[in-house]
């Protein structure tokens, strides 16, 4: 972070984007010596008027943007939140305020570095200076590099480079100036004027306050199990933390400092942790990577719309799968082991090309994070960075290693309510247990739960053929 002596003589302007938090927020920390502060989010149509936008992610944005006014306001400040693409909102303020220095928090994608570029350009035109602050990202991509230079295509020994890099230190929440006194107080919008759609009915709260809870009891136990608990689907063994991460209502830096990587648990979480830096690695480096293959295999895609239909529905006969799916749209969130399985049998069993099932995911994750969703997908489609790219998660193998007791099939594909334990995974070998004295009950499937739509030995021989692993 580079000293400015600016920014301790004027005015200063932060920017939020994806990191709406006080604690640890160097962007903020910068700007606490100035004599005044005006700290701004604009609602950029640019974003607004596309697909990202969708109805989980901005109430999120919305409960988080609240969370961050009010505790902006307990330290003396305030947020200003104006319709505008950034430059427009910061070069209005800038003008109105007589701004000496613009901070924001620098960012990985291409529309993050255009943004970058035009704030810089108007904080020049108005005669202020411009800094991007360390804060959305553990690790800087810069300071990873392979061997040959550039950017890392394996994870593990990403992993290795990556675990040698000492992280900036985590900062305290600061004094922070008074906004100017002609600077009007700007009411937060509903989501009824930002979209049309309606979030998903068990969408959670978001915001640092709920957030920074979550990770408290996180920390204070159940993560000494996640070596082991975050593949039991069923149990809520998992942080689920990275929709705070998403927007920033959480400091990864904050969040790794925690962690004792001595304790399997702690490890093991600072791994995802350092997935998240492994992705936005191969974003910074591919900016093309929610269109075009990471590495091709030149697939000849299936163009199957009602299996398409039928696997974002929740309705493909294989209970893992089905589960999985209607989890997304209830919850807006899905359990990690069933991204993996779901995008599999998309792309694997039935041979659907992995944009379709990113778009889909992008539009219900609450957490939908360019780098994070599009890496993963190229990744289980065998486009990406795994280095076994045929692999092929078997869907009734995934649910009895995961779900041993159905637990988590039954909660979310009522249909198979009655089926007990692990036989809940191959429902049409099942029977109903019969009342003592009478026949078995036939068939455990009730309300026309259906057939599977896809033979697994028959897809898998016709993946391995397409991807030519496979002769006739």
């Known amino acids: 972070m580079a000293d400015d002596p600016s920014a301790t003589r004027g005015t200063a302007l932060v920017l939020l984007t994806r990191d709406l938090r006080v604690h640890d927020h160097p962007a903020l920390v910068a700007a606490a010596g100035a004599r005044r502060l005006v700290v701004a989010f604009a609602l950029d149509p640019t974003i607004l008027d596309t697909p990202y936008a969708a109805p989980n992610r901005l109430r999120m944005l919305l409960d988080a943007l609240a969370d961050v006014r009010s505790a ?5 400040s305030d947020l200003t939140v104006v319709r505008g693409t950034a430059e427009q909102v910061v070069g209005d303020l800038v003008a109105a305020h007589g701004v000496t220095h613009v901070h924001c928090s620098a960012d990985l994608s291409a529309f993050a570095r255009r943004r970058e570029a035009a704030l810089a350009a108007v904080a020049t035109a108005h005669g202020a200076t411009f800094t991007a602050h360390p804060g959305v990202m553990l690790v800087d991509p810069g300071l990873v590099r392979a061997t040959g230079g550039g950017h890392f295509k394996v994870f593990t020994p990403y992993w290795r480079r990556w675990s040698q890099v000492t992280p900036r230190p985590v900062l305290g929440v600061p004094d922070l100036p008074p906004p100017p006194d002609d600077l009007a107080s700007t009411p937060l919008p509903e989501l009824t004027e930002l979209t049309d759609g309606t979030p998903a009915p068990l969408l959670t709260a978001g915001g640092e306050t709920a957030a920074r809870e979550r990770l408290a009891w996180w920390m204070d136990g159940p993560i000494d199990d996640y070596a082991d608990g975050r593949n039991r689907m069923a149990e809520d063994a998992t942080s689920r933390l990275s929709g705070a991460l998403h927007l920033g209502c959480l400091s990864v830096t904050e969040v790794a400092a925690g962690l004792d990587p001595r ?5 093991a979480f600072l791994q995802e942790l350092c997935w998240r830096d492994f992705n936005h690695q191969l974003l ?5 990577l929610a269109v075009n293959d990471v590495r091709t295999k030149d697939d000849r895609w299936r163009d199957a719309p009602d299996e398409l239909a039928a696997w974002q529905e929740g ?8 589960a999985g799916m209607r989890q997304l749209v209830a919850e807006g969130w899905m359990h990690n082991r069933a991204r993996m399985v779901t995008a599999s049998f998309l792309t694997k069993h039935l041979y659907v090309d992995w944009r379709h099932g990113a778009r889909f995911f992008m539009w219900h994750l609450a957490d939908g994070d360019l780098a994070n969703n599009y890496a993963q997908w190229q990744w289980t489609a065998g486009t990406g960075t795994d280095s076994r790219p045929n692999r092929m998660f078997n869907p009734v193998v995934q649910g009895e290693r995961y779900d041993p ?4 099939v039954r909660r979310w594909v009522p249909e198979l309510a009655a089926i007990e334990g692990k036989a809940v995974h191959q429902p049409r070998d099942t029977v109903v247990a019969a009342t003592p004295g009478l026949f078995a009950a036939g068939p455990a499937v009730e309300d026309g739960y259906p057939e599977p739509i896809v033979d697994h030995r028959d897809a ?3 993946f391995l053929r397409a991807r ?5």
Do not use: F, Q
């Not at 304790?263 to 490890?267: A, C, L, T």
């Not at 309705?315 to 089905?322: A, E, F, H, L, S």
């Not at 007791?405 to 988590?408: C, K, P, S």
């Open 72 to 76: 902006l306001r307990d330290l003396g």
């Open 263 to 267: 304790r399997p648990g702690h490890e």
């Open 284 to 288: 910074d480096a591919r900016p093309d």
């Open 315 to 322: 309705r493909t006969g294989y209970p893992i799968v089905d």
């Open 405 to 408: 007791d159905g637990a988590y």
């Open 460 to 462: 898998r021989d016709r």
């Open 468 to 472: 030519g692993a496979l002769e006739d």
